[in-house]
């Protein structure tokens, strides 16, 4: 069974441009989430998406954004990056949404560096 | 108000027992309590869930008492390689089931 796949695994942007990751979730998962991870903020919740809709979101600014596709799979996209925005993005499939008994399964990360 | 409090660090050897207690105070009927491992670079990774009692795995046991207040996490004979970042997760329904995973607790094992 195939995991989580993230993509692409390292990117490098410049101050102002935006940025797309990719996330496949794992085949029958319906929720993906999406988290930023910084070494002084820890892991921090951005967004989940369930069934092509948004269903929660953290406390980011709207340059963050995301959409989930009919197969599950999700983007999220980063518009006018500073380099405050350098971190892994990390994104977790699970069975169905919210947290409860659901075990979330991520991916290896997507890192990001702005220059 | 944080949903999960975990220590920071903690250090240990090698064959050693590392215990891990997260503290809970909020935990809601429905939460389940997951516990999660990350190593640099990595997503992290399910180590154990459960929701009262004890749960054992080939990895991990979990200490949950009947309060469900806090719980424990337990890693038998660590070796080099269980040294990393482990987290307490419990379910956040007063935000939505927005997941906060907290700091995390580094565990550093040493020869």
């Known amino acids: 069974k195939a995991g989580v796949t993230q993509t692409p695994r390292y990117l490098i942007k410049t101050r102002g441009q935006q940025v797309t990751l990719s996330c496949s979730p794992i085949?029958?998962?319906?929720?993906v989430s999406w988290y930023q991870q910084t070494p002084g903020q820890g892991l921090q919740f951005l967004f989940e998406?369930?069934?092509?809709?948004?269903?929660n979101k953290g406390n980011f600014p709207g340059r963050f954004s995301g959409r989930q596709f009919s197969n599950s799979r999700s983007e999220m996209n980063v518009s006018t990056l500073e380099l405050g925005d350098s971190a892994l993005y990390l994104c977790?499939?699970?069975?169905?949404?919210?947290?409860?008994?659901?075990?979330?399964?991520f991916g290896a990360g997507s890192r990001l560096t702005v220059l | 108000l944080a949903k999960t409090t975990q220590p920071i660090s903690m250090d240990s050897y090698e064959g050693q027992e590392v215990n891990i207690t997260c503290s809970h105070n909020n935990i809601a009927t429905n939460d389940y309590i997951t516990w999660y491992q990350q190593f640099p670079s990595q997503g992290p990774r399910f180590i154990i869930q459960g929701y009262k009692t004890k749960v054992t795995n080939e990895v991990a046991s979990l200490f949950i008492p009947a309060d469900r207040k806090s719980s424990t996490l337990s890693l038998p004979r660590v070796s080099l390689s269980d040294t990393a970042v482990y987290y307490c997760l419990v379910g956040d329904i007063e935000n939505d089931y927005k997941l906060s995973f907290g700091a995390g607790t580094t565990v550093t094992v040493r020869a």
């Open positions: 977790a499939s699970s069975l169905e949404q919210g947290s409860g008994a659901n075990v979330l399964t």
């Open positions: 085949s029958g998962h319906r929720s």
């Open positions: 998406y369930f069934s092509e809709t948004q269903r």
